[in-house]
């Protein structure tokens, strides 16, 4: 199959698994079923995903994609922390709070195995954690901003950006932010992080 072909066919195919994951849950949610939903062959989603969870962490990692891309670009250039963080906060705040991470996130809190909440956090924050670190050991090392401990500096910038802004998403509490919103909220979180950093 050409390439061009296979990755319409993959889109189609996970956008058949959020369809039927909001419809019934991970735990409801089978390999069959999405085929189904996507008009593709059972044998097909195995040959291509391996297995459910397979499927679920193609899900997790290509929504962090473009979080994730733009963090290594980033660091591949002289560019300065600070700026860095700055186009970086509204672009997660994006991610976390789309209706994708969100159906996610819900069916993560109702599968009582925990396999997609493993499989969230190995593709989602374990991916992008030690990208954000570099960002925050290279805004020490520019003097801007001054920690002991990365993970806690890190820790710190995420519940500035973040708060409870996708847990509210999540529980249908909160519309999806605009991106005025995500853009001030990311300002806000630099600011206020530098404050406390100095």
């Keep these: 199959m050409r ?36 008009r593709a062959s059972n044998e097909t ?16 990692t290509r929504n962090a994609e473009v979080v994730k891309e733009h963090l290594e670009t980033e660091l591949e250039t002289d560019h300065q922390a600070i700026p860095i963080l700055g186009t970086l906060g509204p672009k997660l705040l994006n991610l976390l709070t789309g209706d994708r991470a969100v159906a996610l996130n ?22 992008v954690f030690p990208l954000l670190e570099r960002v925050l050991l290279r805004a020490r090392d520019e003097g801007v901003l001054n920690f002991e401990d990365t993970g806690e500096a890190v820790a710190l ?42």
Aim: glycine share 10%; with cysteine; net charge positive.
């Design 3 to 38: 390439e061009e072909k296979r990755s319409l066919r993959q889109q189609q195919i996970e956008d058949a698994a959020y369809a039927v994951l909001e419809a019934k849950g991970y735990g409801g949610t089978s390999m069959l079923g999405i085929a189904k939903q996507a």
């Design 45 to 60: 989603l195995y040959n291509w995903y391996g297995d459910k969870q397979g499927l679920f962490q193609a899900l997790v």
């Design 106 to 127: 819900r069916a993560a809190a109702a599968d009582s195995s925990g396999e997609l909440g493993a499989t969230l956090s190995k593709a989602g924050r374990e991916a």
């Design 157 to 198: 910038y995420l519940d500035l950006l973040i708060g409870d802004q996708q847990i509210r998403r999540v529980i249908g509490r909160l519309p999806q932010p605009s991106d005025t919103f995500c853009q001030e909220r990311s300002e806000r979180a630099v600011r206020l992080l530098r404050q406390i950093l100095r």
